[in-house]
């Protein structure tokens, strides 16, 4: 069933959260603002740099590699949502009718350029936001970002998002389950009847939550949710936030392709 297969492979980075890396046992507030950070470098590049953006896949790769994080699944991920990318710039082409200069006597039109800037910089971003979450657990990021100083009310229901989203996937996979057993497996849902399903599964999920929402009450729920441990910087956190940076740095302020460039070319001169 496809969507089922789905709701596994959305389940399935909330289940290697809980590894035990070197990655994973990095205090969370730190590969929060190593991510923030990262983020920011990337969406600060000028829109026509395309080989500076490169040196940057250096850190989700070194990321995955370290949390022992399937590269497969991340890119399966990225490819998913990239639609939402290809919508943005498709248009490039056609309104940025200028040409750059990549190259000594090389030109190449601008709209293309800027169009690849835009997949470039949308898949290191959310590559880094799906190996954060690989690897510290959603519930973990959300403390971090109430420890950072977040408004309690932006986390509560950023983490309520998260948590609830498999709650409504297993009542509509049950619901797809009931479907497809009453009909012998009976192909693609009709809009009619996919309209139907639709309002029951609003109608559950209110139901449901009005059910949630009295058990929270019940047992104390005062706008805040109570963390499971208590974090504490060390000096591996220490280190892995002054590394993310200096590499930022490097890569922000250095050309770092030309100088590859210029030591390939002296080697093989």
């Known amino acids: ?14 289940r290697l959260s809980y590894r035990d890396t070197a990655v994973h046992r990095l ?17 600060s590049f000028p829109k026509y740099d395309i080989l ?13 590699v370290l949390g022992d994080i399937p590269g497969g699944l991340i890119a399966r991920k990225v490819a998913a949502v990239s639609p939402f990318a290809l919508f943005v710039g498709i248009f490039n082409p056609l309104l940025d009718r200028g040409t750059v200069a990549i190259a000594p006597g090389i ?23 799906l190996l954060l979450i690989a690897t510290t657990s959603f519930p973990g990021i959300c403390h971090a970002l ?17 948590r609830y989203l ?5 009542e509509a996979s049950r619901m797809v389950r009931a479907r497809e057993s009453r009909s012998f497996g009976g192909g693609r849902i009709p809009l ?19 059910r949630i929402h009295g058990a929270m009450l019940a047992r104390g729920f005062r706008g805040e949710m109570p963390a499971r441990r208590p974090l504490s910087m060390r000096k591996a956190d220490a280190a892995f936030l002054a590394a993310t940076v200096a590499l930022l ?10 100088t590859v460039g210029r030591f390939a070319r002296s080697l093989f001169a």
Request: charged share 20%; no cysteine; hydrophobic share 60%.
């Open 1 to 14: 069933m496809r969507f089922l297969e789905e709701h596994l492979s959305l389940d399935r980075l909330d």
């Open 52 to 64: 500076s953006l490169l040196p940057l896949f250096l850190f989700p790769v070194l990321f995955a």
């Open 166 to 170: 498999f709650v409504l996937l297993d």
């Open 146 to 162: 109430n420890r950072l100083g977040f408004p309690d009310l932006f986390v509560t229901q950023l983490l309520f998002l998260y």
């Open 249 to 258: 740095l490097v890569v922000r302020f250095l050309p770092v392709p030309e």
């Open 27 to 43: 205090d969370p507030r730190a590969k929060v603002i190593a991510t923030l950070l990262f983020v920011t470098t990337v969406v």
């Open 192 to 210: 009619r009847l996919f309209a139907r399903l639709a309002g029951e599964l609003l109608v559950r999920t209110v139901e449901r939550a009005e």
């Open 107 to 129: 030109a190449v039109a601008a709209g293309w350029l800027s169009f690849a800037s835009i997949l470039l910089k949308f898949s290191l971003s959310i590559s880094a936001a």
